[in-house]
């Protein structure tokens, strides 16, 4: 035995039912059933919510590394620059364009390392993970860096 109900709904709605049970080959009442009951199911607010907190423990996981990267590179940067104001004297005027000219080959040479060691997939935090490691207790788990 089944209830008669009787709604309306926006045209847009309409339209969009009428093409699925179209395409689907069913009633239009079946369709409307099956999403009701779906959406009134108790276990479907529970599906949904462990979706969404599987999908928001691989995020915080991923905003975990790149936190982790951005300080690596944050103090690598940092030390470069510490050890680079203390080990250079400065250019007496005379040998200023030479140096300027060696320096803009020099970065020009480490903007193509850069670029080679990032085609190959190579980055600092991998190599951090690995030169931090104690010998012998290597991480063996995949993509734990």
């Known amino acids: ?17 009428a ?14 059933e099956t999403a009701l009951a779906s959406f009134l199911s108790p276990d479907n607010s529970e599906r949904m919510e462990a979706a969404l907190g599987k999908r928001l423990d691989r995020l915080t996981r991923q905003v975990e590394r790149l936190e982790r990267h951005v300080t690596i590179s944050n103090e690598a940067i940092a030390l470069f620059v510490r050890f680079w104001l203390t080990a250079t004297s400065p250019v007496p005027e005379a040998a200023l364009p030479a140096a300027q000219a060696k320096g803009r080959e020099r970065y020009e040479r480490f903007v193509e390392a850069l670029a080679r060691r990032l085609a190959k997939g190579q980055s600092l935090a991998q190599e951090i993970s690995v030169d931090a490691e104690p010998q012998g207790k290597q991480s063996s788990e995949p993509g734990s860096a």
């Open 19 to 32: 093409d699925y049970a179209g395409r689907k080959r069913v009633h239009q009442a079946f369709v409307v």
């Open 1 to 17: 035995m089944r209830t008669k109900h009787t709604f309306r709904l926006p045209p847009e709605l309409a339209r969009q039912l």
